[in-house]
Nanobody, 121 residues
Framework: QVQLVESGGGLVQAGGSLRLSCAGS????????GGWFRQAPGKDRQFVAA????????KYADSVKDRFTISRDNAKNMVYLQMNTLKPEDTAVYYC??????????????WGQGTQVTVSS
């Protein structure tokens, strides 16, 4: 089992930045790929970004490419999501996820509780 706890959400004006953090515990976090997803009210959960175990490969949704950056620090068991040039449509609950699959193309096994990000116009 892997436990994930997100932090860093909040209220920000459009054009601003936030950095989300995800702390992993329970098993060696470097054995898991990490990802971020988001869910806006009334919408399905959608993929945002993912990073492989070593941090050498990343993947982004088109809607956040060039604005968001995913990174990780395996020594600290952390995955981060730096979000720049935020837009009102980025408003959602953001979830951290982890998986033992390193291809970043399969399902995600572990989920955090989520952190709210609200972008005002």
């Amino acid at each position: 089992q892997v436990q994930l706890v997100e932090s860093g959400g909040g209220l920000v004006q459009a054009g601003g930045s936030l950095r989300l953090s995800c702390a992993g515990s329970g098993r060696t976090f470097s054995n898991f790929a990490g990802g971020w997803f988001r869910q806006a009210p009334g919408k399905d959960r959608q993929f945002v970004a993912a990073i492989n175990r070593s941090g050498s490969t990343t993947k982004y949704a088109d809607s956040v490419k060039d604005r968001f950056t995913i990174s990780r620090d395996n020594a600290k068991n952390m995955v981060y999501l730096q979000m720049n040039t935020l837009k009102p449509e980025d408003t959602a609950v953001y979830y951290c996820a982890a998986t033992a699959d390193n291809t970043l193309s399969m399902g995600w096994s572990f989920w955090g509780q989520g952190t709210q990000v609200t972008v005002s116009s």
